[in-house]
Nanobody
Framework: QVQVAESGGGAVQTGGSLRLSCVASGVNIFSTKEMGWYRQAPGKQRDLVAR????????YADSVKGRFTISRGVAPWNTVYLYMNSLKEEDTGIYLCYVQMGGNDYWGQGTQVTVSA
């Protein structure tokens, strides 16, 4: 059974930093294609923030390029991190981690990030 769990959210002021962590259990490194983060802001659709493909290639939303960095752990490999710097109020939302394995997407419950002036 695949389980995905996020941690590291919180409340910060603009310009601050946070690190989000996501641990996936019950996954297989050979079957896992992607791991990444989406953001669900109040009243808005869920948008991709960053993803890592096959453990190497990365994609970022234009709004976070240069400020956020996604990386995957080596040992253990089943952890993905999102380093968020120079946070803005518009970064506020629930950050959800996902794992794409065997053609299926598995989601965590999300962690709240609130950025205020």
């Amino acid at each position: 059974q695949v389980q995905v769990a996020e941690s590291g959210g919180g409340a910060v002021q603009t310009g601050g930093s946070l690190r989000l962590s996501c641990v996936a259990s019950g996954v297989n490194i050979f079957s896992t294609k992607e791991m990444g983060w989406y953001r669900q802001a109040p009243g808005k659709q869920r948008d991709l923030v960053a993803r890592i493909i096959n453990g190497r290639a990365t994609n970022y939303a234009d709004s976070v390029k240069g400020r956020f960095t996604i990386s995957r752990g080596v040992a253990p490999w089943n952890t993905v991190y999102l380093y968020m710097n120079s946070l803005k109020e518009e970064d506020t939302g629930i950050y959800l981690c996902y794992v794409q394995m065997g053609g299926n997407d598995y989601w965590g419950q999300g962690t709240q990030v609130t950025v205020s002036a």
